[in-house]
């Protein structure tokens, strides 16, 4: 086997085989050559060998083929046509004579067709035995025809010969395959850069404290690792020593670099900024999040789309529908004017107008760009139909926590008696919640930290089991009233705590704090009081708040003309104060999990065609049962392998993304095939003839060229779908 058709079981640079370790097979999306050969010991899964590097698709073997192989096909064919007789009619020159200039066609032909049309003649006799006739059983038809003929021509007298052509189609078809290589290259080259976000080497920290430079292969869990700024984090880790920036845009999508500290986890891959960061590993090899978004990657460009799939068969078609065509136009034309050159020349232009490359170059590039654009935007494909069937959306089913709000508890609203300012308030009970890790304290210290307020000094932290916490709160603390602080005249006791610590202190709150309670409590939040010298004076209503970024996802999506519903398990209260906040009308609330998946099917009862949203194990089957099932990056592992989609992110967000990228990437499919099905349409009959009456006739050359300009015009408008914004 020549190595320009590849063992498939290494990447290439070239004809030769690589030296030392590479990386995984090269089959590669859109591409003939990988499509076509079925021999050697082509592993089309990704080796979990190569820990760091992940699933690779290298098209530079292939790019490099057909470039060199032009350029040499390209200058041997010079010589051919000059010294072509009918060339030389036409443009009424001599070429100069020497001892064997009549030999130069044949020779440097024959060269050209052995040298240049070999890997196509290898290709359509792989599509010969797979019993799956394509393009390049219809390109070997074509140049075979030529040179055959052409040396019975050149040797038996029987006809003008066709060298001048044949050369012609071959550099074509090498100038068209180069392009088209170059560019799928291109749109594969997702995995490349994620495999290149991985450095070869760390610094791995002993328990002496020593540095060690070691492989990031041979990194194991729980080893501590020094990130040096500017410098890749090796593997997924959490931080165990240092603050920094770090930019998670090759991952995420997000271009704002994020800040981490201790407890913070990194992804592997991401870049460290301006610090030092100590992180602590927890994932290696294929289980760290970024070999797990190369498997998703390369899983989604293997995949076929219906549109896809409804391509491949029209190639077949066409196969046939090509000899059917050639044939009748050879019977038609020996009736018409007698076999001879003009026959050959009918068929053989017929067979090279209708080769498919723009068919079968139209949905595959447009799968590898929409793949590799949804990748690097935050969300990784695992199921190419369902991405295509994203356009069709109509009705998406957010889960609530998690997914709408942040699956955490926030003060949404505050109210003092009037002796106190709202920021006197939260400073005192923030004070009190300081030493507690609850996560109603957090949110308490949170909410005084963004809005600035000072907190003032405490004393005696003493946790009233199941009613709340007292401290005492000492004088000169702080200026009562200015906002800012809290101060009283002497020592205080300080209570914070929920109902039943007004029960248990015997304490009724006044009429406003009681009418902001019920008011509370009716929409589903929780209520936290702040009592002082044995007065309630201050209250905090805590719910789980809802994402910024859901609003604008909400409003995005109903102007889109889609209808958003809500589905939670939380009190109806709850559910219906979120709806009402984000303008949403369907509420399916307190339903059970193992219900969840009924109301995506009442809702498909309805004709709707359905996205879940969701990041629980609670919602793995309604993200099963829904058309279209996206899952938030964060959330489970059972809820990510339900998924079709898989958003990195915990930004609703990207459901808009998603659509909007479905719908043009399946606008960009339809434009392609339509060309390329038109154009067939067009060419064949202008092929063989039918307006040679006339005077309108197409040369072999000229289909060749019109065939590589489909191919062209398909690829480039193909990567128009990279300036898609999302």
């Known amino acids: 086997m020549s190595p320009d058709v590849h063992d498939h079981t290494h990447s290439h640079t070239g004809d030769e085989q690589p030296r030392g370790k ?59 046509l000059y010294y072509s007789h009918m060339l030389q009619e036409w443009f009424s020159y001599t070429a100069y004579a020497f001892p064997g200039s009549d030999y130069v066609g044949p020779v440097l032909g024959t060269v050209i067709f052995l040298y240049g049309g070999l890997p196509f003649l290898r290709m ?19 140049i075979v025809v030529a040179f055959v003929y052409s040396l019975g021509a050149a040797f038996f007298d029987i006809g003008e010969p066709l060298f001048w052509e044949l050369v012609t189609l071959i550099v074509i ?56 700024p500017g410098g890749n984090i090796p593997a997924d880790g959490i931080v165990q020593e240092g603050e920094s920036d770090v930019n998670e845009a090759m991952i995420t999508g997000e271009s704002t670099p994020v800040r981490k500290e201790s407890g913070d986890r990194v992804i592997g891959g991401t870049i460290n900024q301006d610090g030092s960061l100590r992180v602590r590993i927890t994932a290696t090899g294929d289980e760290t999040t970024l070999s797990g978004i190369m498997r998703l990657v390369y899983e989604a460009q293997q995949s076929r789309s219906h549109t896809q799939i409804l391509a491949d068969r029209a190639a077949g078609w066409l196969f046939y529908a090509a000899i059917a065509v050639a044939a009748v136009t050879a019977v038609a034309w020996t009736i018409a004017v007698g076999f001879g050159i003009i026959v050959i020349e009918r068929v053989v232009t017929v067979l090279v107008i209708a080769c498919p490359h723009a068919l079968g170059l139209a949905i595959p590039l447009v799968v590898a760009i929409n793949t590799s654009l949804a990748a690097s935007n935050g969300m990784l494909i695992r199921n190419r139909i369902a991405m295509e069937e994203a356009r069709r959306l109509d009705t998406i089913v957010f889960d609530k926590t998690g997914t709408l709000t942040r699956g955490e508890q926030g003060v949404v609203d505050l109210i003092s008696d009037g002796s106190k300012t709202e920021d006197d308030v939260l400073a005192l009970m923030a004070a009190a919640e300081g030493d507690s890790e609850h996560s109603i304290s957090r949110a308490i210290r949170s909410e005084a930290g963004r809005r600035g307020v000072s907190i003032p000094a405490v004393s005696g932290f003493e946790t009233l089991k199941g009613r709340g916490i007292r401290v005492t709160v000492s004088a000169g603390a702080g200026e009562p009233g200015d906002g800012n602080h809290a101060k009283m005249a002497g020592d205080s006791t300080v209570y914070v705590g929920g109902p039943n610590l007004l029960s248990h202190l015997a304490l009724t709150p006044g009429a406003e704090i009681q009418a902001f309670s019920d008011a509370a409590a009716s929409r589903g939040e929780g209520v936290m009081y702040l009592i002082m010298d044995d007065a309630v004076i201050g209250a905090a ?90 899952a938030i990056g964060s959330g489970t592992d059972v809820a990510i392998e339900s998924a079709d989609v898989i958003l990195i992110e915990n930004d609703p967000r990207d459901v808009v993304s998603l659509i909007h990228l479905s719908r043009r990437s399946y606008r960009k499919m339809q434009e392609n095939l339509v060309w390329a099905a038109g154009y067939n349409v067009v060419a064949l009959p202008l092929a063989a003839g039918i307006l040679a009456p006339v005077g309108i006739m197409l040369s ?27």
């Open 173 to 228: 078809f090498q100038l068209g395959h180069w392009i088209e290589m170059r560019s799928v290259r291109r749109a594969s080259g997702a995995l490349d850069e994620l495999a290149g976000l991985i450095p070869s080497t760390a610094e791995r920290l002993t328990d002496s404290g020593e540095i060690q430079e070691v492989l990031v292969d041979d990194l194991m869990t729980d080893d501590l690792v020094l990130v040096r």
């Open 22 to 80: 590479g990386p995984t097979s090269c089959h590669c999306p859109g591409c003939r050559i990988c499509e076509g050969y079925k021999g050697g010991t082509a592993d089309q899964k990704p080796r979990s060998g190569d820990t760091h590097q992940g699933p690779h698709i290298d098209h530079s073997g292939h790019e490099e083929m057909f470039k060199r192989r032009f350029i040499v096909c390209f200058l041997l064919s010079l010589p051919v």
């Open 124 to 142: 359509g006799a792989i599509e010969a035995e797979n019993h799956k006739p394509g393009m390049m059983l219809l390109i070997s038809l074509a």
């Open 700 to 726: 072999p050359a000229v289909g060749a060229v019109l065939m590589s300009a489909s191919t062209v015009i398909v690829a480039a408008n193909a990567q128009l779908l990279r300036r898609v914004k999302l």
């Open 541 to 630: 209503a805590l719910a789980d708040i809802v994402r910024p970024e859901s609003y604008e996802a909400v409003t995005a999506l109903q102007e889109m003309g889609i209808t958003v519903a809500i589905l939670t398990g939380d009190s109806r209260a709850v559910a219906e104060k979120v709806a009402k906040e984000l303008g949403v009308e369907i509420i399916f609330a307190e339903v059970l999990p193992e219900d969840k998946d009924q109301k995506i099917i009442e809702l498909q009862n309805q004709g709707r065609f359905v996205a879940m949203v969701g990041d629980g194990v609670n919602d793995a089957p309604a993200l099963i049962r829904a058309d279209v099932g996206i």
